[in-house]
């Protein structure tokens, strides 16, 4: 009897001990010690993570998710990866598939680090639960698409730091380097000055971007997902593509620099407006034969999509006025892709990029003087200044264009928006080995996606 009553007391005790997470082991930049789990795989930069390989990440990857046409296309994309010709990858793919694919993911802990890039709907939700289960998060974007997910996103960075692990997101744009020329330009008051106020109707920043719907990615027409066009499931472009830009706004103009979404960040005007996607159009882009009943709500009575993929917010951060937007096609012109745009005005001068037709729809970067300085003396200071550019980038340099210059940029540098996927991913890679982000980057995380949120908010109060 007292042994019965022993056991019966000690049971529940065991289960308790049992079901508690274990303490994550410290990273040391080891072969082989990260180990990849992909979360429902519904967008392909689920698949560009693992272009490349990593000697730091084990070649076996566990994917859970449901069964279907998402997941059918990234095992395609990583098949395509690892009988490519050039450097192919070598990943080995472990698939579950059951209805419980979350909590059987939470329950056998096969890896330590969880990417999640697909359904934005359900991502923030996924993100809360892996962090909260002690599994470190590399996020696609947009990691919140409505001020719900926003908030729920906050808790799960407290969650993060309550379980020590690092939650993220993949900001390639950082790597273009155009966007890190104009960064560290901006650093040199010899050229730049220092980073103008501007006003609503002249911001000092502006940053604009056209996507399109039909392209091709890894050699091939990119499908997307018939939800890709429900702004309920992935969201409406104010706070989708968005990201990238404010994020960049924040990266540039303030580096380094912890933000206060409560304080530092004003949105003040917002609007937003569909684009029109014919049911042929949407029937060659997801490769389907029928437009789901889903999609009835966004379709209009001669069966053309209705899709709130484009918006433009204008707001303050640190009192600097910035303007943002984004804007879908269907397709590109003949010989063009999506483009990028972008102001920062200095008081001495103004740093351009500009990918349009002139540029052969390759960004280039442009340092053009205001017209109250004196030019002359401007342009031998920053023909001096630019010397320090010059020896952090081997090979850039600039040429006179006009009373400014242009930013030559070799062929090196110019690597593409899919190879970034890597880049980030190994600086992530070494945060897991530091044990910490940077101080500034959840601060400013959530000071991104609040300020996306907000506009949403705002240009749909706006009734835009």
């Not at 020329?181 to 109707?201: C, D, N, S, W, Y």
């Amino acid at each position: 009897m007292i042994l019965r009553t022993l056991l019966l007391l000690l049971v529940p005790s065991f289960l308790m001990i049992s079901c508690k997470k274990e303490p994550q082991k410290p990273f040391t930049g080891a072969n082989g010690e990260v180990k990849i789990i992909t979360l429902d795989p519904g967008h392909f930069h689920a698949a560009l993570v693992q272009k490349e390989m990593y000697p730091q990440v084990d070649s076996t990857v566990y994917i859970y998710a449901p069964a279907g046409p998402d997941l059918e296309l990234h095992q395609r994309r990583i098949d395509g990866f690892n009988t490519r010709t050039e450097n192919p990858t070598g990943w080995r793919s472990i698939v579950y598939t059951g209805d419980d694919y979350l909590n059987k993911m939470i329950t056998e802990r096969k890896g330590n680090v969880i990417v999640v890039a697909g359904n934005n709907r359900k991502k923030t939700n996924y993100i809360k639960t892996s962090v909260e289960a002690g599994f470190n998060v590399l996020s696609d974007k947009p990691m919140a698409i409505d001020r719900e997910s926003f908030l729920m996103l906050k808790e799960a960075f407290e969650l993060a730091d309550k379980n020590k692990v690092l939650l993220y997101d993949i900001m390639t744009e950082r790597h273009e380097i155009t966007s890190q020329l104009q960064r560290e330009i901006a650093l040199l008051p010899e050229i730049f000055g220092v980073l103008e106020k501007g006003t609503p109707e002249n911001p000092a920043v502006i940053k604009e971007s056209v996507h399109h719907f039909f392209k091709y990615v890894a050699g091939s027409v990119l499908r997307r997902p018939a939800w890709y066009f429900d702004v309920n499931t992935q969201g409406e472009g104010i706070v989708d593509v968005t990201t990238h830009l404010v994020d960049l706004i924040q990266w540039v103009c303030f580096p380094d620099v912890i933000l206060d979404y409560s304080k530092d960040v004003n949105v003040y005007n917002a609007r937003r407006w569909t684009t029109n996607v014919s049911k042929e159009q949407f029937l060659t882009i997801t490769g389907l034969s029928e437009v789901p009943q889903q999609l009835n709500h966004v379709m209009n009575a001669d069966s053309v999509l209705e899709v709130f993929a484009n918006g433009e917010m204008n707001y303050t951060l640190n009192d600097v006025h910035a303007k943002v937007s984004v804007i879908w096609d269907y397709a590109a012109p003949e010989g063009g892709g999506d483009t990028h745009f972008s102001v920062m005005r200095g008081s001495k001068s103004s740093l351009i990029i500009r990918q349009g037709k002139e540029e052969g729809f390759i960004p280039e970067l442009f340092i053009e003087p205001n017209h109250d300085i004196d030019v002359l003396q401007w342009q031998k200071e920053t023909e001096k200044a630019f010397q320090s550019i010059e020896s952090q980038f081997q090979g850039i340099t600039i040429v006179q264009a006009g009373n400014g210059f242009k930013v030559i940029i070799p062929s090196k540098y110019r690597i593409g928006h899919e190879a970034h996927f890597a880049q980030v991913t190994r600086k992530y890679l070494q945060y897991l080995v530091d044990g910490k982000l940077p101080e500034w980057e959840i601060p400013n995380m959530l000071a991104k996606y609040s300020t996306t949120t907000r506009a949403l908010e705002l240009a749909r109060k706006n009734g835009n």
